[in-house]
């Protein structure tokens, strides 16, 4: 029993490992934080949009010198903006904008990278490298978390109004425009930190899949926030620890663990669940 127990603190006896997974619990339990929002408005193609339109931020970053999280964040809300003006502008319909200007600016980074190859790696910004992660990054990615976090914290029910209801918000008073503006901001900002763990492929799954199956589990939307919060965090630490052992990618082991968690909740949630719904089926059948 105790070689076993051994075996598996070997990951903490390395420090590359130790920074990954306080890293990636940091980034976890924000994007499950944001996910419920994101969840709850319907910007999952946003949150894809912005994943991807970060890009050329990072390379203009890399290449200048300059932290990765400024340009990346500069750049998502440039595509933000860009979005937002397109749609207001013309009639062309939300979904179709937001992949016009996403793969225009994704498109954009990728020509950057490939003038300046050996200033930018581009497997690291697409797959994410949290084990090599540095200490001016964890300082940018805890930075990032922490401002929004405590945003996320003071503000959670205008924004918890503004995403269920922006009419409603808009008649209690609530400034609608700035809070779309501010969750654009988070959005932003949080995919730039997630970027260093799973890369701008899977930045989507993060923002995406802790606040569904959270969903799935509760209909009150406190619990909600608690309960993605939870499945972010442990998912990420979980799956960065799991990564050492199956010597696999970390953004791969991250996102698969937090998909097998929302397929648990899609079969076996105890009121939303699709094993619960056929039994009220069956049952509605044989009463009627």
Not at 237 to 252: C, D, E, I, P, R
Request: hydrophobic residues 55%; charged residues 10%.
């Amino acid at each position: 029993m105790s070689e076993l127990y051994q075996q598996l603190l070997i990951p903490f006896q390395y420090d590359y490992m130790v920074r990954a997974i306080l890293s990636t619990a940091l980034i976890g339990s924000v994007c499950g934080f944001l996910s419920a929002f994101v969840t709850l408005k319907g910007w999952s193609l946003m949150g894809d949009a912005l994943s991807h339109a970060v890009v050329p931020g990072v390379a203009v970053a890399y290449i200048l010198g300059l932290p990765f999280a400024v340009g990346a964040f500069v750049a998502g809300l440039m595509a933000a903006g860009k979005m937002a003006f397109v749609k207001a502008k013309s009639r062309i319909r939300e979904d179709a904008t937001i992949g016009i200007v996403f793969t225009t600016f994704f498109a954009a980074g990728l020509l950057l990278i490939s003038l300046y190859p050996a200033r930018v790696d581009l497997r690291t910004i697409l797959l994410g490298n949290i084990l090599g992660i540095s200490n001016p990054d964890m300082i940018q990615v805890l930075a990032i978390s922490v401002v929004t976090l405590c945003v996320l914290g003071l503000k959670w029910r205008d924004l918890m109004l503004f995403c269920f209801d922006a009419n409603q918000a808009r008649a209690l008073g609530l400034r609608t425009g700035w809070l779309h503006v501010l969750l654009l901001s988070l959005l932003a900002a949080t995919a730039v930190a997630a970027l260093q763990a799973v890369g701008s492929c899977l930045v989507v799954a993060m923002l995406v899949t802790p606040g569904a199956t959270a969903y799935l589990l509760t209909d009150r939307f406190s619990r909600m926030l608690g309960l993605s919060s939870l499945l972010g965090l442990l998912s990420s630490v979980l799956g960065t620890y799991a990564s050492y052992y199956l010597n696999g990618s970390t953004g791969g082991c991250i996102v698969s663990l937090q998909t097998l968690l929302f397929i648990g909740a899609f079969f076996w949630s105890p009121k939303h669940g699709f094993v619960h719904a056929r039994r009220m089926v069956k049952q509605h059948q044989i009463e009627s």
